[in-house]
């Protein structure tokens, strides 16, 4: 039987939410289990407002249509992340300023950043690469010294923090995940957290198509109607519930993944101290939030190598991510420059399997594998 590269996790409680959700005569958006969620994440992590969506594609679409973009301005992004990142943006019209990886992490790079920016630029996007973050005060620094809109990519970063603050409260906007491989998961699933209140009264309203029909179910308004701009971003109830039984489970959740990946690490030490692979480093500034678990190889071929043997081996390992500034659809738009960290780690990075239930036993064998990879 093979390894699997994830494998969904249920905390005990999703099915009995599904039930009550159906029970209570709620199974559209933003019901009991929709609220909850919100309040989860407004109180243990401090975002001002939170909107759950249908995926983090969605949530990084609402924040795009909030931000009122006219064609031709610019966004800054790394080009090493994943492509709903950055297709909201094209939607839109705008143009996309891919930048670089750090050369020791697969981060965006702050410091070549600056000199990305002009007249047209109006956002810059971060993304915390495996939960470990940004560096938020040179992030922060620039969005305020250049009057930038701030978005995180926090689909990786639920539950990691930057000098104590939560990952997801630095910027204008920040787009979380719950796909089935994030560390809670509601299947598919997103949430887009707010946190300038100038953006928050129109985006219940962008969130509810348009419509100010929250406004009307909470008894403010005698009637709903459409009022702007939106779309369908709300997920079911069902979704939610299924989302807010794992959440009432996250720090278990968040111990044994942090667990899994310090055994990962225990394990491979001993071949990134002979210079055989590169393990992920996490700055001083940063937290582990056991999101994922990544060696480097020395090139393209040696990790194309290992792959094969460890999917041979029955260990299914994948590579992280295709950077987009080289993909087939973003090339012949992007401005030529060589960003070689995040090409390097496109294709040097490999990723082993990840998942709650994962026996510690069976991760001591994983790294057995790469071990004899290297060994023979």
């Given at each position: ?46 975002f ?40 909201p943006?094209?939607?839109?019209g ?20 600056e ?13 915390h ?53 994030k ?79 310090e ?24 937290t ?24 041979n ?20 738009q ?15 990075i ?16 994983i ?9 023979s």
């Amino acid at each position: 039987m093979k390894i699997p590269f994830n494998k969904p996790y249920f905390a005990g409680k999703e099915i009995q939410n599904i039930v009550n959700a159906a029970y209570w005569g709620h199974i559209s958006g933003n019901g009991v289990f929709t609220q909850q969620c919100h309040d989860f994440f407004e109180e243990r992590y401090g975002f001002q407002k939170c909107f759950l969506t249908t995926s983090c594609t969605d949530a990084f679409e609402m924040a795009v249509m909030l931000m009122d973009l006219q064609a031709g301005d610019e966004v800054i992004l790394p080009s090493f992340t994943f492509v709903s990142t950055a297709n909201p943006f094209l939607l839109k019209g705008a143009k996309i300023v891919f930048a670089d990886s750090m050369e020791n992490h697969p981060n965006i790079d702050l410091g070549k950043v600056e000199a990305l920016i002009n007249e047209k630029t109006k956002v810059l996007v971060v993304m915390h690469y495996g939960g470990m973050a940004v560096d938020m005060d040179k992030a922060v620094e620039l969005a305020e010294k250049h009057k930038l809109i701030l978005l995180e990519d926090t689909a990786h970063a639920i539950d990691s923090f930057y000098k104590g603050k939560p990952l997801g409260s630095f910027g204008d906007f920040a787009a979380f995940s719950f796909h089935e491989t994030k560390n809670v998961s509601a299947g598919e699933g997103g949430m887009l957290a707010i946190n300038n209140n100038k953006y928050i009264e129109r985006a219940e309203i962008i969130w509810e198509k348009g419509t100010n029909r929250a406004a009307f179910s909470r008894g403010e308004i005698k009637k709903y109607e459409w009022v702007d701009v939106g779309a369908s971003f709300l997920p079911s109830d069902i979704i939610a519930g299924v989302l807010f039984a794992q959440l009432e489970n996250i720090d278990d959740i968040q111990r044994k993944r942090i667990a899994i990946w310090e055994r990962y690490y225990q394990g491979l030490k001993h071949l990134e101290e002979k210079g055989l692979v590169k393990l992920p480093r996490l700055p001083e500034y940063a937290t582990n939030n056991g999101h994922l678990f990544y060696l480097q190889a020395d090139n393209r071929k040696q990790r194309d190598e290992m792959l094969n043997f460890l999917n041979n081996n029955r260990v299914h390992a994948v590579f992280h991510y295709l950077p987009l500034h080289s993909s087939p659809f973003y090339t012949p738009q992007h401005d030529g420059r060589a960003l070689t960290n995040a090409d390097r780690f496109a294709e040097t990075i490999l990723r082993l399997p990840f998942f709650y239930e994962l026996p510690l036993d069976i991760i001591d064998m994983i790294c057995e594998k790469v071990a004899e990879f290297y060994h023979s």
